[in-house]
């Protein structure tokens, strides 16, 4: 017998935010024109944005939604709600069918709502959850506005306050928290107090959130109850929901929290009343691996001085220098990529490199410094009377990796390699800085200039990116 679905219908279109699509679309386009620029680099993993009524949290929203990149291909959202008027002791994801807003249709992903009740005694099917619940639903419209790629949602709603119900929702969601999909965590911050009294608890609980440590956090949570401050109903309405975040988050030191923009009902004009307020926070939680190689002033210094005296002998009596490693850093010896560019008065006198060394680093360094002065086929040999004005820089390489959207590649950070069949080509991440080039002038000139694919041709390629550890002599050096 085949199941029919039944779509969670909007609750509060025309309440909380307008019902006429037009209108909304509209509206969310001023909030987002006026929202905060994004804060930070590097993938954004997770948010944590007021659910409000537009006019109080709209602008605070927008500034959170601002951080992501619209054209990140998220593959699901999960969106972490606490509920607002039914307490039933576990998470309850929509299994029924998808949610509609007036924008449309946003699929659910049943599958893996089913998985995580089947999977998890912390998860259940409680639909009553979610039909009246606004604190998912105002989330919506943003994400079908700003997000170009299709998505579908994973709606949860927590009925619990009870932290080790929180942490077992968190081991259950565990797998889910990767790269590829986007978690949303819908909570207002204080209720009621004075504006003052609001202002400064809400700087108290956003600190302890982006701490990163539940322990802190619950911590906090308690103590801003113990300050009895007047009409302070609770200092963060869906702290269960955000301390699930933490328990995803904690010990991974790829992630920074951004605090983004803070205003609190007092400061809507003309409906706030500064006697007794909502806080509300918009957070992002971003991702930006730190290189697996890393390299200290003494080994660049190192590495330039190699370079420098290879350089020097090779150009003036062919000879390359012996090298002893014995009082080398384990980096020296690590292999590793390196490219040596060569310039004389800011212009290119050579560059040379290699992505996959079978030596050293020091030895790839001494390597490329001599074929960068010898054989880029670009330029002349360099000759001895040059030796004076050339000014060294070195480009150590991390590991390669393939990427899916070129929306992954940030210009400055990032060196890009096309490849396809026996065809390639790279660019240095210094060189779009260097350039002022856009990323479509980054990838066109890469493909036609350096790969010989045209000036499309990195459409249908393979695109590899990795990052570099640039640095160069110095003035002083260069006498």
């Known amino acids: ?63 959170g939604y601002n951080q992501l990149n619209p054209d990140q291909e998220y593959k699901r959202v ?8 039914v307490s039933f002791g576990k998470a309850s994801v929509y299994t029924q069918g998808d949610y509609i807003t007036p924008l449309g249709r946003i699929p659910v992903d049943t599958d893996i709502a089913k998985d995580l009740i089947l999977d ?40 619990t306050q009870v932290p080790a119900v929180c942490e077992e929702i968190a081991k259950a969601l565990k797998p889910y928290f990767t790269s590829e999909n986007l978690f949303v965590i819908s909570s207002d911050f204080s209720h009621y107090p004075a504006y003052a009294d609001a202002v400064k608890v809400d700087e108290l609980t956003a600190n302890a959130f982006c701490a990163n440590s539940p322990a802190e956090f619950l911590k906090v949570i308690r103590n801003n ?18 301390l699930t975040l933490l328990y995803l988050t904690q010990g991974n030191s790829d ?7 803070y205003k609190n ?47 020097d002998s090779y150009i003036n009596s062919g000879i390359t220098p012996a090298l002893n490693p014995e009082g080398y850093s384990e980096n020296l010896k690590a292999k590793a990529g390196a490219f040596v560019t060569l310039k004389i008065e800011d212009n290119l006198r050579g560059c040379i490199g290699t992505f996959e060394p079978t030596v050293p680093l020091y030895k790839v360094v001494q390597q490329m410094a001599i074929a960068s002065s010898t054989q880029d086929s670009r330029f002349q040999p360099l000759k001895s009377k040059e030796l004076s004005t050339v000014h060294i820089e070195i480009s150590v ?33 210094q060189v779009a800085t260097e350039t002022g080039w856009s990323l479509d002038d980054f990838l066109g000139h890469c493909s036609r200039d350096k790969a010989g694919l045209g000036w499309t041709g990195w459409k249908d390629a393979d695109i590899y990116i990795y990052e570099a550890l640039i640095f160069e002599e110095d003035s002083v050096k260069k006498k």
């Not at 219908?9 to 994004?38: R, W």
């Not at 999960?78 to 008027?85: P, T, V």
Request: charged residues 20%.
């Open 1 to 63: 017998m085949q199941l029919i679905k039944k779509d969670r219908q909007p609750a509060v279109a025309g309440s909380f935010y307008p019902s006429d699509a037009i209108e909304l679309k509209k509206t969310i386009a001023g909030f987002m024109n006026a929202a905060k620029p994004q804060h930070a680099k590097g993938l954004v993993r997770a948010i944590l944005v007021p659910h409000a009524g537009y006019v109080y949290s709209g602008g605070v929203a927008a500034s």
């Open 78 to 85: 999960f969106i972490l709600a606490s509920s607002h008027r």
């Open 120 to 159: 998890s005694r912390s998860f259940t099917d409680y639909p009553e959850a979610h039909i009246s619940e606004h604190s998912i639903e105002v989330h919506l419209p943003f994400l079908q506005l700003h997000l170009k790629y299709p998505f579908k949602i994973v709606p949860i709603v927590l009925g």
């Open 225 to 242: 109850d113990n300050l009895r401050i007047s009409e302070l109903a609770t200092s963060m309405c869906a702290w269960p929901s955000g």
């Open 255 to 261: 992630l920074s929290f951004n605090k983004i923009d």
């Open 265 to 311: 009902s007092g400061d809507i004009k003309p409906y706030g009343d500064k006697g007794s307020v909502v806080g509300y926070h918009a957070i992002s939680v971003t991702e930006q691996k730190k290189s697996e190689f890393d390299l200290s002033e003494a080994d660049k210094h190192e590495l330039l001085r190699i370079a420098r005296t290879t350089v």
């Open 397 to 429: 390489l991390t590991p390669m990796r393939k990427i899916k959207n070129i929306s992954e590649i940030q210009l400055g950070k990032h060196g890009i390699y096309i490849k396809k069949g026996f065809q390639g080509g790279t660019f240095l991440p």
